[in-house]
């Protein structure tokens, strides 16, 4: 499945102009619909340097659309205030002067009204717009729009990741939502099935996306080449909660021959036993997830864990971290199908284990690879600003891979690479083991 109404071509009609509107809508739509359980309140704080307010996000998509469609090829636009293309400005040096990421939360003005206000005043533009584009320039722009409809799903993830970690600071506990789809019962951790191991043998692979199948790629998918790999093996499932919790129990926390210098450098100035959002309450473990603080599920995968956490965890139970071309080998067959936001539970859940398959590649968690964000061969920034997407941050990043349950169905693809920094954990990241194969 495609957000896109159709794959863009050298023909663009006024009936796909259209047609993109009506994705542009509901791209939009679902933007405001992540928004709608908050109190005002909430649109105005900022956590952590890292978590932007909710007012923020849902300005800067907009901004986006105003920045690099409006402005350049609609005739006659008229901005709704100059000022917001300094305030909304993510990180486009090359467009102007970005205002500081972690300074956010402290610009109360304008308000969360006038911020929709925004986003209304664009919508009508971009529709006017796509109803009567200019023929010479229709290519550009449905290229900038499809670019900047997953822009705004990545958004959308964000928004949640960011609204749970601002909720969760709270020492109520505040719930997001209290109507999310409910998992599966809990599962006690020894009725889990044990982990499973697949074999892959060696052979040389191709990684990235196939632009001659067509669709939407980003540009750091660029680039498909050819790459070996050695024969390995790919654990069915991700780590669950109750794997982890053992690790924990035998010590992980406390043992620094598990971790990279750098992770128990973290660990030991961050005070780190448990990934983030555990508590323990009257001796069992609970976390704070979108529905509100529970128990933790021993049977659903780990999540909220750092690249450092998972790499010591592999390392304690004798295993590692795949590599991207080796979860690229494994996922590419298996179809798009897993626990996305569309499901609703917006937490990972247990799955039903389907015997000598790779289980949950996609959805529930981001998977930590042991792979540094580096370009593929041939990889070709995007011109002018919009280059700076993606290729300015190929430094001190780790990819993941798979998507979440924070993340969009129709967003999803085998090539998608994510990336943060190895000490992030407000993400929805959790990981699967691999092992070297038989040669």
């Known amino acids: 499945m495609s957000y896109a109404p159709q794959p863009l071509s050298d023909t663009h009609d006024l009936e796909q102009a259209k047609a993109w509107l009506d994705t542009y809508r509901r791209v939009r739509a679902a933007t405001e619909a992540i928004c709608a359980p908050l109190h005002k309140e909430d649109y105005m704080v900022q956590s952590m340097a890292d978590v932007s307010p909710p007012k923020w996000h849902i300005a800067h998509v907009t901004w986006f659309f105003e920045a690099f469609i409006l402005k350049p090829f609609q005739s006659g636009y008229q901005t709704l205030d100059p000022a917001y293309d300094h305030l909304f400005n993510s990180y486009y040096e090359t467009h102007g002067v970005p205002f500081p990421r972690a300074e956010r939360g402290s610009i109360s003005r304008p308000t969360v009204d006038d911020v929709y206000r925004y986003r209304a005043h664009v919508d009508r533009a971009m529709q006017a717009l796509l109803e009567n584009p200019p023929q010479e320039h229709l290519p550009e722009i449905l290229r900038r729009l499809e670019l900047g409809l997953p822009h705004e799903q990545q958004h959308q993830e964000l928004l949640l990741m960011d609204i749970k970690?601002?909720?969760?600071?709270?020492?109520?506990?505040?719930?997001?939502?209290?109507?999310?789809?409910?998992?599966?019962?809990?599962?006690?951790?020894?009725?889990?099935?044990?982990?499973?191991?697949?074999?892959?043998?060696?052979?040389?692979?191709?990684?990235?996306h196939d632009a001659s199948r067509g669709g939407f790629a980003y540009d750091n998918e660029?680039?498909?080449?050819?790459?070996?790999?050695?024969?390995?093996?790919?654990?069915?499932?991700?780590?669950?909660?109750?794997?982890?919790?053992?690790?924990?129990?035998?010590?992980?926390?406390?043992?620094?021959?598990?971790?990279?210098?750098?992770g128990w450098a973290t660990v030991k100035a961050e005070g780190w036993r448990a990934p983030l959002y555990w508590v323990e309450r009257d001796g069992a473990w609970h976390h704070y997830t979108l529905g509100g603080l529970v128990p933790v599920d021993l049977s659903a995968p780990v999540c909220h864990v750092s690249f450092f956490e998972a790499d010591a965890y592999a390392q304690w139970a004798g295993a590692r971290l795949p590599t991207e071309a080796e979860w690229e080998t494994v996922a590419q067959e298996l179809p798009l199908t897993g626990n996305f936001v569309d499901q609703d539970h917006l937490q990972p859940v247990a799955a039903v284990r389907a015997e000598g398959t790779p289980g949950q590649m996609f959805g529930d968690v981001w998977e930590w690879t042991g792979s540094a964000y580096r370009p593929y061969p041939g990889f070709r920034k995007l011109p002018g600003s919009l280059g700076e997407y993606n290729g300015k941050f190929m430094s001190g990043?780790?990819?993941?891979?798979?998507?979440?349950?924070?993340?969009?169905?129709?967003?999803?693809?085998?090539t998608y690479r994510n990336f943060f920094p190895p000490e992030a954990r407000w993400a929805f990241s959790g990981f699967r083991l691999a092992r070297d194969g038989e040669a």
């Open 165 to 208: 970690h601002i909720l969760a600071q709270n020492p109520l506990c505040p719930a997001y939502r209290d109507d999310l789809a409910p998992g599966l019962a809990p599962a006690p951790a020894q009725e889990v099935p044990p982990l499973g191991w697949l074999d892959y043998p060696a052979g040389i692979r191709e990684i990235g």
């Open 397 to 414: 990043q780790m990819v993941l891979r798979g998507g979440c349950c924070a993340t969009p169905a129709d967003h999803i693809r085998a």
């Open 222 to 262: 660029m680039g498909r080449h050819r790459q070996f790999v050695e024969a390995f093996q790919m654990a069915d499932r991700p780590v669950t909660n109750g794997e982890f919790l053992a690790f924990m129990q035998d010590g992980g926390y406390a043992t620094p021959e598990h971790w990279l210098a750098d």
